[in-house]
């Protein structure tokens, strides 16, 4: 059964890179998945960031700070997000995607909260 | 971007009542629908896929229902460890979304 681990600081500056990764076990990056990352602000609903396969798609609203990056070596995945704010702060989730006509987002990480703060 | 309003977004219910949560999208986005359950501090769970499909290990009690706008969660008869909240996504079309939530509390 896939185990996905995220990891990274708890705390971030203003205008900062907030950076994440995601270990994957009992999987390979390598298979036919996409590899999202999902964030969640305190309170708040959850919203879709972007995924990675042979290629990468991110949410418009993000898509001029974020980039997300696969390391095949290490079965890994990882977030950066650029010039944050406190609007950034959230648990940040990371998942595996199934594909094709029964697709869905099945397997998550337990979270990492990070707060952006100075 | 497609939108999911989810309603109620708030409901309080009794062990063993039926419970239905429904999900409308602002466009068709055919079956390409997945439910999830969260518990306070937890990740979300996958309950439901493509609209009606039982996720391997959920009760039978939790059902899906619904394709292109308007979909429908229901739980046949509420037991105490399904108090959490609910929320809808659609995997149609980028970006993907998520319905705003539905939190089912004891009545």
């Known amino acids: 059964q896939v185990q996905l681990q995220e990891s990274g600081p708890g705390l971030v500056k203003p205008s900062g890179t907030l950076s994440l990764t995601c270990v994957v076990s009992g999987d390979s990056v390598n298979n036919n998945y996409w590899w999202n990352w999902i964030r969640q602000p305190p309170g708040q609903g959850l919203e879709w960031i972007g995924e990675i396969s042979q290629t990468t798609v991110y949410t418009p609203s993000l898509n001029s700070r974020v980039a997300i990056s696969l390391d095949k070596s290490k079965n890994q995945f990882s977030l950066n997000l650029t010039s944050v704010t406190a609007a950034d702060t959230a648990i940040y989730y990371c998942a595996r995607k199934t594909k094709g006509d029964s697709r869905s987002v099945d397997s998550w990480g337990q979270g990492a909260l990070v707060t952006v703060s100075s | 971007d497609i939108q999911l309003t989810q309603s109620p977004s708030f409901l309080s219910a009794s062990v063993g009542d039926r419970v239905t949560i429904t999900c409308r999208a602002s466009?068709?986005?055919?079956?390409?629908l997945a439910w999830y359950q969260q518990k306070p501090g937890k990740a979300p769970k996958l309950l439901i896929f493509?609209?009606?499909t039982l996720q391997s290990g959920v009760p039978s009690r939790f059902s899906g229902s619904g394709s292109g706008t308007e979909f429908t969660l229901t739980i046949s008869s509420l037991q105490p460890e399904d108090f959490a909240t609910y929320s809808c996504?659609?995997?149609?079309?980028?970006?993907?979304?998520f319905g705003g939530g539905t939190k089912v509390e004891i009545k």
């Open positions: 466009q068709g986005i055919s079956t390409y």
């Open positions: 996504l659609q995997l149609n079309s980028y970006p993907l979304t």
């Open positions: 493509a609209a009606s």
